[in-house]
């Protein structure tokens, strides 16, 4: 790295950091938050979150963009010069959870526009179970809001955010079906599946 790229690179960090320990008080105190809590959502210790807070570990483009996910705030908060670092990157309003009509979330998603989304339309009732065994249903008319899977079973644009369920086609069945996490893990194990989407959310009509 050259004089000048490292001096940039410390100046951008700089940056960073203020912004970071200016919103960190801010959203600590509005939603509560503890070092704990929000390390424990970035897979790391709080010994090494509060490294970060400090300054005395740098923080990288994709760390900002998951700890603003886990925050629930647009990474232009805490570092505006961002957009230029990552052009393709947007964010947007999660206003509501479909079993709430009355709280608002507020929450901030960060993607990337080019990701395609695929729409599965419920022509008829479907039913699955949770990982805890709960029992799910998306009546007729119902669409589901889906990404195509990639390797790992992640979301393309944020490795932070884990799918829970998966619309499958497996071999051998003429409908699609939805199952959770450990079914799907067991079925690609055993090389049963031909086609799968994660699914991101469900319309109901």
């Known amino acids: 790295m050259s ?3 490292q001096r940039t690179s410390e100046s951008r960090q700089t940056e960073i950091i203020a912004g970071l320990q200016t919103v960190w008080k801010r959203e600590k105190s509005r939603q509560g938050l503890t070092q704990s809590a929000v390390a424990e959502k970035l897979g790391m210790t709080q010994a090494s979150f509060s490294q970060y807070l400090s300054g005395k570990t740098p923080v990288s483009m994709k760390l900002l963009v998951r700890l603003c996910n886990v925050l629930r705030v647009p990474p232009q908060d805490i570092f505006p010069g961002i957009s230029d670092l990552l052009p393709n990157r947007r964010h947007f309003m999660v206003k509501h959870k479909i079993s709430d009509v009355d709280s608002q979330l507020d929450e901030v998603l960060t993607h990337n526009p080019s990701l395609e989304f ?21 009546p007729e008319g119902t669409s589901l809001l889906c990404v195509e899977l990639k390797e790992d079973g992640n979301w393309d644009r944020n490795k932070i955010i884990e799918a829970k369920f998966f619309v499958i086609h497996e071999v051998g069945a003429k409908h699609w079906r939805i199952v959770c996490r450990p079914a799907f893990n067991k079925l690609t194990k055993e090389s049963k599946l031909i086609k799968a989407y994660i699914v991101i959310a469900l319309r109901l009509h």
Do not use: F, P, Q, R
Request: charged content about 35%; overall charge negative.
């Open 3 to 5: 004089h000048e790229s």
């Open 118 to 138: 695929t729409m599965i339309l419920v022509d008829k009732t479907i039913h699955w179970k949770t990982e805890e065994g709960d029992e799910m249903t998306a």
